[in-house]
């Protein structure tokens, strides 16, 4: 027990760390992403178009500019992604009581439901894997992660880069909302 003890304390080297930092962002992308995608193929699903109906989801109901917006991607781009969502059944497209002349993306029950219970599956195996760490050792993951976050995110310009929006689930305790409120002493709105 305690040469584990001293092995878990040894410091890595910078090149080491690094190395470290990026095996662990392959394991949550295979632990953690890798099943929910592996759903979604089984469903024949695209990434794009889970990454489109989990915004809708978030933003209900967004434009499709919102939508090609959040996702990065073409006007065109989000018509045809919309196209194919909405012949598979899992989108509708809707008028804006407030401006005819846009539509609104929404979800269907079956678009809604696939996506809660992907999402809810993802969580699930993150929470299995936080579970099996001594806590301890996942109150250091999460400071490590905020303090490398906070390290890394110089300017307000990073942290839209890689802002999650989370729209109306958007925590108000968010790293990255910290971080942009200390960077310019803005609130970050719901995006």
């Not at 299995?128 to 001594?134: D, T």
Request: net charge neutral; glycine share 6%; charged share 30%.
């Amino acid at each position: 027990m305690e040469g584990k003890e001293e092995r878990a304390t040894i410091p890595l080297d910078d090149a080491l760390l690094l190395t470290t930092a990026k095996l662990f962002c392959s394991a949550l992308i295979v632990a953690v992403t890798g099943p929910a995608l592996e759903e979604i193929a089984k469903l024949a699903l695209t990434d794009v178009q889970f990454a489109a109906l989990r915004y809708i989801f978030l933003h209900d109901p967004p434009a499709a500019s919102e939508l090609a917006e959040g996702l990065g991607i073409s006007g065109a781009a989000v018509t045809k992604l919309a196209d194919r969502l909405e012949r598979k059944g899992l989108i509708a497209r809707k008028p804006d009581p407030g401006d005819r002349r846009t539509l609104r993306l929404v979800l269907t029950d079956e678009g809604r439901s696939i996506t809660e219970d992907i999402m809810r599956r993802e969580q699930g195996r993150f929470d299995e894997i936080l579970e099996r760490m001594p806590a301890s050792s996942r109150e250091a993951l999460e400071c490590g992660m905020k303090d490398f976050l906070k390290a890394s995110l110089t300017s307000p310009k990073d942290i839209e880069r890689i802002c999650l929006r989370c729209g109306w689930a958007h925590q108000p305790n968010c790293p990255g909302s910290r971080i942009y409120e200390s960077l310019t002493g803005k609130t970050v709105s719901r995006v």
